[in-house]
């Protein structure tokens, strides 16, 4: 079952912005090339530029932890969170599902 991961990011407008959209471009050419992978997409908050949200959907929930625990990815992760000076935040989520009483 497809999952969507939603990761929330603080870029702070100024300086370092423009540090991070290298860094950002990165994560997703190397997150193109793994298993699992379907798709994804930045948005970034119309009334707060700095609030962005990144919406990446997987195949499975094991792709995506792979995908999370890649050391390069998180390499480059800690480079966008020294910029931002805020922890990124993740979220997972799985479509919702009939359940029976």
Known sequence: MAIEVLIKRKIKQG??????VPLILQIRALALHQPGYISGKTLCDLENPGDCLVISIWETVNA?????QNKE??????KIEALTG???????YAP?????D
Request: glycine share 4%; charged share 30%; net charge positive.
């Open 64 to 68: 995506w932890n792979r995908w999370k």
């Open 96 to 100: 919702m599902t009939a359940q029976s």
């Open 86 to 92: 805020e922890e990124t935040l993740y979220k997972t």
């Open 15 to 20: 300086g370092n912005a423009k540090n991070l």
């Open 73 to 78: 990815r998180a390499r480059i992760e800690s």
